[in-house]
């Protein structure tokens, strides 16, 4: 049986969204002339300032175009749903944000975007616009930690790309952006829980099967397996149960600071989140990490998937001015 | 053989589009195994933006490298995803491999396919055994160059192409994926079928039947 959407048709679901996000956000976002895909700020590249330029696939939203705006990113090029982008509205983005003084392309380590985002940024270089790489890797579930390198990018995107666009919006340099664009990565830690699946608007079946009675810790947003499933638990036993993984890896001392993201997968409704980052606030208070700024919400989707996951970031003073820095997007206001 | 011109090509790009239209459903339930249930959608999006990109040519007129290249572009922009640059990559390749010719005799698609299995293999960087399309179009390209170098008929080389593939494509069962979204999955990849190396199968059989 089919899932219920409200949808028109499913091939043409990414670009309806779109149109009506456009339609939303006029103050905030356009689309690059003939690149439809490419989404940009209104207020936000300027010559002298690194351009920063996010992407991926569609069903991920407020991720990833919603974080496009002033302080935040220049521009964000849009793929299917759970699929990246071709080189074209990369390169398109690359081009619309380009201030002279370089480009930062960032996105979630996964094999398709890797290769179109590479793609698109030999093209840049034959235009001549200076491109480097930062890979989102926050997911701690995706591959052990002397792997980081292979670990997906998840919710900590937000953290991550947040961190970056601030630096662009100081006007700091090139080697200075890519610095912390990578510190606040190696930073921030990301564990996700999910509950049932989503399905693509183009097949309206659900992507994977478990049991009504069943969770799998450490899936990941596109409906990847996970690392262990089980029986659903309470909301205390599952904070702790990716909070203890998270915490392993960051190694807060007393009086360190984090910032927390409880971000839905979805469906899960606020009200769990926030019964969630009750106990987040626990174990934190417990150790002596002390919380600078708090999110719940929905920052990283999985189109209707139930679950959700906890994000922290391990804030020093730069990590935290960057945090701090206002920023306002379509789909999010900061300072 | 009666050499193969444009026309053929084209032929064979709609060929391919009707049959993995007809595998779209097999090819995402292998992908929702392991992956994110989208690769049949992929493929089918991306053939299908070549059959339209191609079907407005003038077919007297252009030359296989300059229809290899439109597919190229039309299958990129249509789809991103892994697909995308992968299959891109293997019809730009391809395009250079027959470079000049205005119809290509059998050594020539010989080499179109090898230049393909090639171009996948150095964008997607993955070697055999790492549970990718790989595993079914590299044993694909050297046995079809294998049957060609024996004296074999293109028929008969693209017959054996098609089994190696059909082997490679099962033998990704018991590999554990190295690349890719499913690279994540560790053992748990083990007992399923690669979709890339699925589809591969797919898109080779109608290369086959169209070509010979």
């Not at chain 1, 690359?94 to 380590?109: D, I, W």
């Not at chain 1, 208070?285 to 189109?303: E, F, K, M, Q, R």
């Amino acid at each position: 049986m089919q899932t219920k959407k409200i949808i028109n048709d499913g091939n043409r679901s990414v670009d309806e969204m779109l149109e009506g996000i456009l339609a939303a956000h006029p103050r905030h976002l356009k689309s690059v002339d003939g690149s439809p895909r490419s989404i940009v700020a209104r207020d936000g590249p300027r010559p002298g300032k690194v351009g920063l330029v996010i992407g991926g696939g569609s069903g991920h939203e407020p991720t990833f175009l919603g974080f496009v705006g002033k302080g935040l990113a220049d521009a964000a090029a849009i793929g299917n749903v759970f699929a990246s982008p071709p080189p074209d509205p990369i390169l398109e983005c690359a081009k619309a944000v380009s201030g002279g003084a370089g480009v930062l392309f960032m996105y979630g380590n996964y094999a398709g975007d890797v290769m179109n985002f590479d793609m698109a940024a030999e093209m840049a270089d034959m235009d001549d616009i200076d491109v480097r790489t930062v890979l989102t890797t926050d997911d701690v579930a995706s591959a052990p930690r002397d792997q980081r390198d292979k670990r997906r990018g998840v919710a900590g995107n937000f953290f991550i790309f947040k961190a970056a666009g601030a630096a662009c919006d100081r006007m700091l340099s090139f080697d200075e952006v890519e610095r912390i664009a990578r510190k606040a990565n190696d930073h921030t830690f990301t564990m996700g829980v999910a509950l049932s699946p989503c399905s693509l608007p183009q097949t309206r079946r659900p992507n994977f099967e478990i049991g009504a009675d069943e969770m799998e810790i450490g899936m990941g947003i596109h409906g990847e397996p996970g690392i262990a499933r089980g029986k659903l638990r309470t909301a205390d036993e599952i904070t702790d149960e990716m909070l203890d993984r998270i915490l392993a890896e960051m190694a807060p001392s007393r009086g360190d600071k984090v910032a927390v993201l409880v971000n839905s997968l979805g469906s899960t409704p606020l009200m769990e989140l926030y019964i969630m980052n009750r106990r987040v606030k626990q174990r934190l208070d417990d150790i002596g990490v002390a919380i600078h700024a708090t999110w719940v919400g929905n920052y990283c989707t999985s189109l209707e998937m139930a679950g959700a996951s906890v994000t922290l970031e391990h804030l020093d003073g730069e990590l935290q001015t960057m945090l701090d820095h206002p920023c306002d997007c379509a789909m999010f206001r900061a300072g | 053989m009666t050499a193969i011109d444009t026309a053929r090509l084209k032929q064979m790009f709609d060929a391919i589009a009707v049959a993995i239209e007809a595998d779209k459903d097999r090819l995402c339930q292998l992908d929702g195994v392991i992956g994110d249930a989208d690769h049949g959608i992929a493929m089918e999006l991306g053939f299908n933006a070549v059959r339209d990109a191609l079907a407005p040519l003038d077919l007297a007129a252009v030359e296989p490298t300059a229809l290899l290249n439109t597919a190229a572009k039309s299958f990129l922009n249509a789809v991103g995803a892994s697909s995308g640059p992968l299959y891109a990559t293997a019809f730009m390749r391809a395009a250079a491999a027959v470079k000049g010719k205005a119809a290509l005799e059998g050594a020539d698609v010989i080499a179109l396919f090898q230049a393909m299995a090639q171009g996948i293999k150095d964008r997607g960087k993955a070697e055999i055994g790492e549970k990718t399309m790989i595993d079914a179009w590299q044993p694909a390209a050297e046995a079809a160059a294998a049957a060609h170098a024996a004296g074999k008929s293109l028929a008969e080389s693209l017959d054996a192409a098609l089994a190696a593939a059909e082997r490679g494509a099962e033998a990704t069962k018991d590999m554990i994926a190295a690349k890719g979204r499913s690279s994540r999955l560790g053992e748990r990849s083990l007992g399923h079928i690669d979709p890339g190396a699925a589809s591969a199968v797919t898109v080779i059989a109608a290369m086959r039947k169209s070509l010979t």
